[in-house]
């Protein structure tokens, strides 16, 4: 066979090939014969193919995906960020009312949620994981009533005392 | 015969759908045959070429100015037809004759195309991939190596072997 020769007998093959008139007929004749039936197959074939409309269905589809793929991520990472926000929140929130916090830094645990008007937000966010349920599960403290957290901050800010209470 | 390696990013200030649109247009019919001459079936042939122009898209999503030649879209698509042989190969369904036969409408089951269509079931998949982009879809041994990224010569080798084997099963049987 051809293919398992080594280059030197392919080499010297091929120079003969060039000048043996038995070869190069045989050769031709190969190459002939193969071409005519590729050629008459080729004008005999009439089947035409259409994929265009399949083609632009499983494009729209792919679209559809990627849009949906995008929302969903765009929803998650959004639910994500509440979440994180939520629970952040509620662990400010805990701090602030800790009564050692309270005690120690009164103005700052008063003005902190009001600064930063999440003090209705909290609340809100409280309310939230309370009917949800999720305070239990998470292992949260049970909600406070007023007077001992915010409560506690706003009267002793309502007092006027905040600015003025020393940190001994 | 097809157009040897043809540029198709001449519409560059086309989308990709639009380019794509001219490619199938253009390129469905001689693709499907091409396709079909390799795994016997035309269904098969035209999911395979589905497949080729969902790649299109991809490729002129990504780069809309990336220009595309026809000699992509039959890479792609005599990579997808030699998988899906392998594929099937390994899991023994080979299609027979009759079934071959049965994939060709009525007025093309002339003795020479059916012939024909049983020599390239014998093929190897180097050789099969080689006879058809040259001898099926007119593209040169140098546009071959370029296409199959291999040398020229490995191209003209699996030609002559591809054109030996097939004479061996077109002459058929000695008498």
Redesign the interface.
Same mark, same amino acid.
């Given at each position: 066979m051809l293919g398992e020769a080594t280059e030197a007998e392919r080499a010297a093959y091929l120079a003969h090939a060039a000048t043996c008139p038995r070869c190069e007929v045989d050769l031709d004749a190969t190459r002939t014969l193969v071409c005519a039936a590729f050629t008459a197959s080729q004008h005999g074939e009439t089947w035409r193919a259409s994929v265009r409309d399949e083609v632009f269905a499983r494009i729209d589809r792919r679209s559809a995906t990627w849009s949906s793929w995008i929302t969903n991520g765009l929803a998650v990472a959004v639910a994500l960020t509440l979440a994180l926000n939520v629970a952040l929140l509620l662990g400010a929130g805990r701090s602030w009312s800790s009564p050692s916090l309270a005690t120690v830094l009164p103005a700052t645990a008063a003005a902190a949620p009001a600064a930063a008007g999440v003090g209705p937000g909290l609340d809100a966010a409280r309310a939230c994981l309370d009917v949800a349920g999720c305070r239990d599960r998470l292992g949260l403290p049970a909600p406070q009533r007023p007077g001992i957290a915010t409560g506690h901050a706003a009267a002793v800010s309502a007092l006027g005392v905040f600015a003025a209470t020393p940190l001994h | /015969?097809i157009q040897h390696v043809h540029v198709l990013g001449l519409d560059r200030g086309l989308d990709a759908?639009a380019r $794509?649109?001219r490619l $199938? #247009?253009e390129h469905?019919?001689k #693709? =499907?045959?091409y396709v079909?001459r390799f795994v016997g079936d035309?269904d098969i042939? #035209?999911d395979l $070429?589905?497949d080729v122009?969902?790649a299109a898209?991809r490729v002129l999503h990504a780069d809309p100015a990336r220009p595309l030649t026809a000699g992509w879209l039959y890479k792609a698509a005599t990579n997808r037809s030699i998988s899906y042989l392998r594929r099937h190969k390994r899991t023994g369904e080979v299609p027979t004759p009759a079934d071959v036969a049965e994939s060709?409408?009525l007025?093309?089951r002339?003795a $020479?195309?059916l012939?024909?269509?049983a020599?390239l079931a014998r093929l190897a998949p180097e050789q099969l991939t080689c006879?058809m982009l040259t =001898?099926?879809a007119g593209y040169s041994s140098q546009e071959v190596s370029a296409i199959l990224g291999i040398s020229p010569e490995a191209v003209r080798?699996r030609v002559?072997?591809a /054109?030996?084997a /097939?004479?061996r099963s077109?002459?058929g049987p000695p008498a």
């Open positions: - | /015969m759908q $794509v649109e $199938v #247009l469905q019919t #693709l =499907a045959r079909r035309p042939a #035209l $070429v589905q122009f969902l898209y060709f409408r007025d093309e002339s $020479v195309s012939d024909l269509q020599a006879i =001898a099926y080798q002559c072997r /054109m030996r /097939m004479r077109l002459e």
